[in-house]
């Protein structure tokens, strides 16, 4: 129901103030809801004083001048209108440091409900910038485009000064036009999917649009469409003598891509006509249409690389059934070659050319691999195993003496009596370390570190650094995992902003500058080959892997000067940057597709996020950076949103494939960038997480080898384990640590390369110290004490764990060609497809949990009979930032800005061009992020389009 003056705020406020509209931006929006409301809402509530005001202002405003530009911006409902305008806003604040933009956008009112969305505020990233005003209507009618109060409204802005303005109509029908006589320049948005080129006759827009969009020109058919549409437009405006059709004004655009060359038109072309009376100029005479396969992530080509895959495991899998049988068919013919004294001398010619024929048969790489086995199943039994890592000789004792006085085997050999038998287990699962790599990357585990990688971060840099202290205390190996808060991951600076400031050091460490990157990780040589440092950050990745490597750089910097007395000369401070970027271990998660089907912190656009993605990788390659992860391929954070373990492993599969066809597609060889991917899983107690990893490597190993043709270390899929947060309960917290060990023990036993156990107290708390401690414990003693895990390969031979995998996995493969068929990864994302299936499946749980269905002790079932209260639960200890360290970062980031302050500006300048015109962005970060917060980086990134823009 429409809204009256007596139920609006407007009734309290000084109605004198109204004609402030131009300077106050509350006096505006005032001024234009009264438009809104209409004349006869003041006369039904008798406020004929109020009515006056307001009508003395709008006579002024008519008799006003203005240079205004209004743009009209129509089209069907999922266009991309809202995406278009804002796009174009953010090209006109940046063309134009005094232009101010304002945006009208109307929504239809539903004939049934009366209710209008309003929703396009939420998507506008321009509305970042103080020269960009919105405001949004409902048509308040059904079956129109725009509101009643649009003439006015229009007005209004005008008269408030603004350069520009945007009118976006609600979704229209083929017929409807209203919007062209109150705008100087018409813009109709549409896509290629009109249907047949007679429809168009029917689009009455055509007849009066000064530019037609075809937006989403990434879709099939762009380039056909697009010469229907001019064909139309021509017949629109009655032009046959020109047959040149490029000549109209007719453009191919995806906003929804960074610095889209088709919006470039577009803007470029607007500003041409801008104060033009005929708004029919032909297009610049360099005006070029990209094909549309130039703007595909994933080129259109590849698009069914996940069907791919798929059928790549199953004919390797057939294959193998092939190869088993064939080698039965060759062990019976020799046996009754060797068995049979009978036989006539013809028959055993026979049978010796058919054993002959089945010996062909059978793969070289098969009776290798056979022949291989036998070398090495005598080295098994020794005491000890040599074998190389990196030009390196590892020697490995194979027995482990118990308190009983026996030799426990580190490796247990299988005893098939059956080369058929055998030939299957090493073709589906091997030994640790050989292809497929089933049960492990590796021969062994390494002995002189365990896999544990402890998350912590909290408060300031230097109070975290003392938790990665006492995590390192004692261990010859640092293996650090940092997490950050949330105002660092979302790429802010610390500001007494009420909706930063309380969140600043909050569930992580706050670091928004080189300083504080130092400092975080002070006291730990970040060159040493035992030093391996985790960074838990996605959207701003970038940025905070530039303060990393600058850290490093620096403390070897200062190390040269401290040994040799002096400044390291220009050539010197090369060499000492060249090493150390081929030293650094460690990882960055980065992983942003996971961010936008499951975590939601991201800050920058899919594509945009992408792309500097594939510039760390470019620059990974071209400084050699080998010992550096620079993806982890994140299906944690999908199980956390609720994922099952099955789906879990076939997004973070099919995403890690989906880079690997990204970075393909930008020349990248698949040997140079396929040995810096790790993962990242959740481990939980449904029986699937038991074979989460056998799965994992096997299918990428055989995806690699025979797809992708991929090398040996290329094969090898590595991943950290965490075990699950969302079994994390705030009833009964000390049960926590019983399902923790549990799925340590899984990860353990499933040969994980590292592995991070949660404290008990993190449902409610960042983990105190001690709740810490025992976390530790859990691996320890695991790794220690457990009789068990003395034996690296403990799943292998079960009947159970074998099946499980093979079900698993044709499991992930019927998920890969679900993807598939929806476009592939980044299709399916734009219909929701992962972001549905996982809510879908979150809801499972939680209905199964709260009914009772699934058995939670302690939560739903095994229940306390003395009634333990939630308060009675609490740890003993919150940990939480104090406010005095909330107010020193915010001095620090204030301190190191001004400190910096003439040359950030252009550092940030160099940063914005190297995006916009396509160079390397992490090379320019590795320079801005040495004087340049956080904050600024990516406000400058924002600035040229990169922000994420958000779904309704």
């Known amino acids: 129901?429409?809204?009256?003056?007596?139920?609006?705020?407007?009734?309290?406020?000084?109605?004198?103030?109204?004609?402030?509209?131009?300077?106050?931006?509350?006096?505006?929006?005032?001024?234009?809801?009264?438009?809104?409301?209409?004349?006869?809402?003041?006369?039904?509530?008798?406020?004929?004083?109020?009515?006056?005001?307001?009508?003395?202002?709008?006579?002024?405003?008519?008799?006003?001048?203005?240079?205004?530009?209004?743009?009209?911006?129509?089209?069907?409902?999922?266009?991309?209108?809202?995406?278009?305008?804002?796009?174009?806003?953010?090209?006109?604040?940046?063309?134009?440091?005094?232009?101010?933009?304002?945006?009208?956008?109307?929504?239809?009112?539903?004939?049934?409900?009366?209710?209008?969305l309003l929703g396009d505020r939420l998507r506008m990233n321009s509305l970042q910038n103080p020269r960009c005003y919105m405001r949004s209507l409902a048509t308040r009618e059904a079956h129109v485009s725009i509101s009643r109060a649009t003439r006015q409204s229009i007005q209004i802005l005008k008269a408030a000064g603004f350069d520009w303005i945007f009118v976006e109509t609600g979704g229209i029908g083929q017929a409807d036009t209203s919007i062209s006589d109150l705008v100087d320049i018409n813009i109709y948005v549409m896509t290629s999917e009109f249907g047949a080129p007679t429809q168009l006759e029917k689009i009455g827009m055509l007849d009066f649009a000064d530019l037609v969009v075809l937006n989403k020109f990434e879709k099939g058919g762009a380039l056909d469409g697009l010469t229907e549409v001019r064909k139309q437009f021509r017949r629109n405006h009655r032009e046959f003598e020109n047959i040149t059709l490029p000549r109209y004004p007719v453009f191919g655009t995806i906003a929804s891509r960074f610095n889209d060359s088709g919006v470039n038109q577009v803007f470029n072309h607007l500003k041409r006509i801008r104060s033009l009376d005929s708004k029919r100029l032909p297009l610049d005479s360099d005006f070029i249409v990209p094909p549309p396969h130039q703007f595909s992530i994933v080129p259109k080509e590849r698009s069914n690389y996940l069907a791919e895959i798929s059928q790549t495991v199953r004919n390797y899998k057939n294959q193998v059934k092939a190869t088993v049988q064939k080698v039965k068919?060759?062990?019976?013919?020799?046996?009754?070659?060797?068995?049979?004294?009978?036989?006539?001398?013809?028959?055993?010619?026979?049978?010796?050319?058919?054993?002959?024929?089945?010996?062909?048969?059978?793969?070289?790489?098969?009776?290798?691999?056979?022949?291989?086995?036998?070398?090495?199943?005598?080295?098994?039994?020794?005491?000890?195993?040599?074998?190389?890592?990196?030009?390196?000789?590892?020697?490995?004792?194979?027995?482990?003496?118990?308190?009983?006085?026996?030799?426990?085997?580190?490796?247990?050999?299988?005893?098939?009596?059956?080369?058929?038998?055998?030939?299957?287990?090493?073709?589906?699962?091997?030994?640790?370390?050989?292809?497929?790599?089933?049960?492990?990357?590796?021969?062994?585990?390494?002995?002189?570190?365990?896999?544990?990688?402890?998350?912590?971060?909290?408060?300031t840099p230097s109070r975290t650094n003392k938790r990665f202290h006492l995590l390192c205390d004692g261990e010859k190996a640092k293996r650090l995992s940092t997490a950050f808060?949330?105002?660092?991951?979302?790429?802010?600076?610390?500001?007494?902003?009420?909706?930063?400031?309380?969140?600043?050091?909050?569930?992580?460490?706050?670091?928004?500058?080189?300083?504080?990157?130092?400092?975080?990780?002070?006291?730990?040589?970040?060159?040493?080959?035992?030093?391996?440092?985790?960074?838990?950050?996605?959207?701003?990745?970038?940025?905070?892997?530039?303060?990393?490597?600058?850290?490093?750089?620096?403390?070897?910097?200062?190390?040269?000067?401290?040994?040799?007395?002096?400044?390291?000369?220009?050539?010197?401070?090369?060499?000492?940057?060249?090493?150390?970027?081929?030293?650094?271990?460690?990882t960055v998660q980065a992983d942003i597709l996971k961010e936008d089907q499951a975590q939601n912190t991201c800050i920058f656009s899919t594509e945009f996020a992408l792309r500097m993605m594939g510039d760390i990788q470019s620059y990974f390659i071209q400084n050699e950076?080998?010992?550096?992860?620079?993806?982890?391929?994140?299906?944690?954070?999908?199980?956390?949103?609720?994922?099952?373990?099955?789906?879990?492993?076939?997004?973070?599969?099919?995403?890690?494939?989906?880079?690997?066809?990204?970075?393909?597609?930008?020349?990248?060889?698949?040997?140079?960038?396929?040995?810096?991917?790790?993962?990242?899983?959740?481990?939980?107690?449904?029986?699937?997480?038991?074979?989460?990893?056998?799965?994992?490597?096997?299918?990428?190993?055989?995806?690699?080898?025979?797809?992708y043709g991929a090398n040996e270390r290329s094969q090898k899929l590595k991943y950290h384990i965490q075990t699950s947060g969302r079994s994390l309960h705030a009833q009964e917290i000390s049960f926590n640590d019983i399902r923790t060990t549990l799925q340590a023990l899984i990860a353990f036993f499933d040969n994980c390369n590292s592995l991070h156990t949660n404290a008990y107290d993190e449902a409610l708390t960042t983990p105190t110290a001690e709740s810490v401690r025992r976390a530790m414990a859990i691996q320890l003693i695991i790794s220690k004490e457990f009789g068990w895990a003395k034996n690296e390969n403990p799943l292998q031979g079960s009947f159970f764990i074998e099946?499980?995998?093979?079900?698993?996995?044709?499991?992930?493969?019927?998920?890969?060609?679900?993807?598939?068929?929806?476009?592939?990864?980044?299709?399916?994302?734009?219909?929701?497809?992962?972001?549905?299936?996982?809510?879908?499946?979150?809801?499972?749980?939680?209905t199964q949990k709260h009914d009772g269905t699934l058995p939670i002790v302690g939560v739903n079932t095994f229940l306390s009979s003395s009634g333990t209260s939630f308060e009675e639960s609490l740890p003993s200890e919150l940990t939480r930032a104090s406010y005095e360290e909330k107010q020193e970062q915010i001095h620090r980031v204030k301190a190191f800005q001004a400190e910096n302050k003439e040359k950030a500006a252009h550092a940030l300048k160099q940063v914005k061009l190297a995006a916009s015109e396509g160079r390397n962005i992490f090379e320019a970060l590795m320079e801005a992020s040495r004087i340049c917060s956080l904050g600024q980086i990516s406000q400058a990134l924002y600035e040229i389009g990169g922000r994420y823009r958000r779904n309704m």
């Open 329 to 459: 068919q060759l062990e019976s013919a020799k046996e009754l070659l060797s068995s049979e004294n009978s036989l006539s001398s013809q028959t055993r010619k026979e049978l010796e050319v058919t054993l002959d024929g089945i010996q062909k048969e059978i793969s070289q790489e098969t009776l290798q691999a056979l022949k291989t086995y036998k070398s090495l199943e005598e080295q098994y039994r020794t005491d000890s195993f040599k074998y190389q890592v990196r030009q390196r000789t590892v020697s490995v004792p194979l027995t482990h003496t118990s308190l009983s006085q026996q030799a426990i085997r580190k490796l247990a050999l299988p005893t098939f009596s059956s080369e058929a038998d055998l030939t299957r287990f090493l073709l589906m699962e091997n030994l640790p370390g050989y292809f497929p790599f089933t049960a492990g990357v590796f021969p062994f585990k390494r002995s002189e570190e365990d896999p544990k990688r402890q998350f912590a971060g909290e408060g």
């Open 803 to 846: 099946e499980l995998t093979d079900l698993v996995e044709e499991a992930v493969l019927a998920e890969f060609e679900r993807i598939s068929a929806r476009g592939g990864v980044l299709g399916a994302m734009e219909s929701h497809y992962q972001r549905s299936k996982i809510q879908e499946e979150s809801l499972y749980y939680e």
């Open 625 to 707: 950076i080998k010992n550096y992860y620079s993806v982890s391929i994140s299906g944690y954070h999908i199980a956390e949103a609720g994922a099952n373990p099955i789906t879990q492993l076939a997004f973070t599969l099919a995403n890690g494939f989906t880079y690997v066809e990204y970075y393909l597609a930008r020349g990248m060889k698949i040997d140079d960038f396929a040995p810096n991917f790790s993962f990242f899983f959740s481990n939980g107690l449904d029986p699937e997480y038991t074979v989460i990893g056998r799965v994992a490597r096997r299918i990428w190993a055989i995806a690699m080898r025979d797809r």
């Open 485 to 586: 808060d949330s105002v660092t991951l979302y790429g802010e600076d610390p500001n007494e902003r009420p909706d930063i400031f309380g969140k600043i050091g909050e569930s992580g460490v706050s670091v928004c500058t080189l300083n504080d990157a130092k400092q975080l990780y002070a006291g730990f040589d970040l060159c040493d080959p035992s030093t391996s440092v985790s960074m838990t950050i996605n959207g701003p990745a970038p940025m905070l892997l530039a303060f990393y490597f600058n850290t490093a750089i620096d403390q070897q910097i200062e190390r040269y000067k401290s040994e040799m007395g002096r400044t390291p000369n220009a050539e010197e401070l090369n060499q000492i940057r060249s090493n150390t970027l081929k030293q650094v271990r460690g």
């Open 1 to 116: 129901m429409l809204a009256q003056v007596k139920d609006h705020p407007l009734k309290n406020k000084h109605w004198s103030r109204l004609s402030h509209f131009a300077s106050e931006t509350q006096s505006l929006a005032e001024l234009l809801t009264c438009a809104e409301l209409g004349d006869e809402s003041f006369q039904q509530q008798g406020l004929e004083k109020e009515k006056k005001i307001y009508l003395d202002i709008l006579s002024a405003i008519e008799r006003s001048p203005s240079s205004t530009q209004i743009i009209g911006m129509t089209g069907t409902g999922g266009a991309g209108k809202s995406s278009l305008t804002d796009e174009l806003v953010l090209r006109i604040l940046e063309d134009d440091a005094k232009a101010r933009v304002a945006i009208l956008a109307i929504d239809p009112t539903r004939r049934k409900t009366g209710g209008a």
